[in-house]
């Protein structure tokens, strides 16, 4: 019978990521509304929005930063905690969750990283004098690259979900949750969250939060399991 490893503190405490995770997207959201735009606005508002608003797109932007970083910190820990038990018979499963996880947080971030930073850099004041139509459809494209992404979180929230049910080591209803966001990421895509028809976001939304219910969750029960778990190793 193989031992059952005892990952050192550095390792344990590394759930703290997803916790981190969450709350960069909490504070990124929450901050996102002091921009009074939307979708569905001018291309005129939105441009004059974009470049009266540049501070608070420059804090948005840091939190996403943040998020960006602490993802694939935790998308780590979860394959190795799914796949510790299952590594041949999860294998293909453990790839999509690779896979989609990284795809998810890459193309967030190229939205909410990189398009924010050109709005607040140079082009939200250029865009507000000069060329509306710039401002309008960087914009326009962090709904489009959102919802590209959340289809790749699809196949991340399934993979999990099945993961869940299979290893046995986080409670099953969370495996429910990631479940259940795993088709709702994906059908918003027909909606291309919002842009084409309002239940995309909505669908999107919904989605995204069982998706953040999933890691928070997740990352707080394995963080007090790995803690017991090493304060037992240190015990013994």
Same mark, same amino acid.
């Given at each position: 019978?193989?031992?059952?490893?005892?990952?050192?503190?550095? =390792?344990?405490?590394?759930? &703290?990521?997803?916790?981190?995770?969450?709350?960069?997207?909490?504070? =990124?959201?929450?901050?996102?509304?002091?921009?009074?735009?939307?979708?569905?606005?001018?291309?005129?508002?939105?441009?004059?929005?974009?470049?009266?608003?540049?501070?608070?797109?420059?804090?948005? =932007?840091?939190?996403?930063?943040?998020?960006?970083?602490?993802?694939?910190?935790?998308?780590?820990?979860?394959?190795?905690?799914?796949?510790?038990?299952?590594?041949?018979?999860?294998?293909?499963?453990?790839?999509?969750?690779?896979?989609?996880? &990284?795809?998810?947080?890459?193309?967030?971030?190229?939205?909410?990283?990189?398009?924010?930073?050109?709005?607040?850099?140079?082009?939200?004041?250029?865009?507000?004098?000069?060329?509306?139509?710039?401002?309008?459809?960087?914009?326009?494209?962090?709904?489009?690259?959102?919802?590209?992404?959340?289809?790749?979180?699809?196949?991340?929230?399934?993979?999990?979900?099945?993961?869940?049910?299979?290893?046995?080591?986080?409670?099953?209803?969370?495996?429910?949750?990631?479940?259940?966001?795993?088709?709702?990421?994906?059908?918003?895509?027909?909606?291309?969250?919002?842009?084409?028809?309002?239940?995309?976001? &909505?669908?999107?939304?919904?989605?995204?939060?069982?998706?953040? &219910?999933?890691?928070?969750?997740?990352?707080?029960?394995?963080?007090?399991?790995?803690?017991?778990?090493?304060?037992?190793?240190?015990?013994?």
């Amino acid at each position: 019978m193989a031992a059952t490893r005892t990952p050192p503190a550095w =390792e344990r405490y590394a759930w &703290v990521a997803g916790i981190l995770f969450v709350v960069a997207v909490v504070a =990124e959201t929450a901050v996102s509304l002091g921009v009074p735009i939307n979708q569905n606005d001018s291309a005129a508002k939105i441009a004059r929005a974009l470049a009266d608003h540049r501070t608070t797109l420059l804090i948005v =932007e840091c939190l996403c930063v943040v998020y960006a970083a602490t993802f694939p910190i935790y998308l780590w820990k979860l394959y190795d905690l799914l796949l510790r038990r299952d590594a041949d018979g999860g294998r293909a499963l453990g790839s999509l969750l690779l896979v989609g996880g &990284v795809l998810f947080v890459a193309l967030h971030a190229v939205s909410d990283v990189g398009i924010y930073g050109l709005l607040v850099g140079k082009v939200a004041l250029f865009g507000a004098h000069h060329d509306q139509g710039i401002s309008y459809t960087l914009y326009l494209m962090t709904y489009a690259l959102d919802s590209v992404a959340d289809i790749f979180g699809s196949l991340f929230a399934f993979a999990a979900g099945v993961l869940v049910f299979r290893s046995g080591v986080l409670p099953r209803w969370l495996g429910w949750v990631s479940i259940i966001a795993a088709p709702l990421l994906f059908l918003q895509a027909f909606g291309l969250g919002g842009l084409i028809a309002s239940f995309g976001l &909505v669908l999107d939304l919904i989605g995204f939060v069982l998706l953040l &219910v999933f890691v928070l969750i997740s990352s707080v029960v394995s963080l007090r399991s790995e803690r017991s778990v090493g304060a037992a190793a240190q015990v013994g």
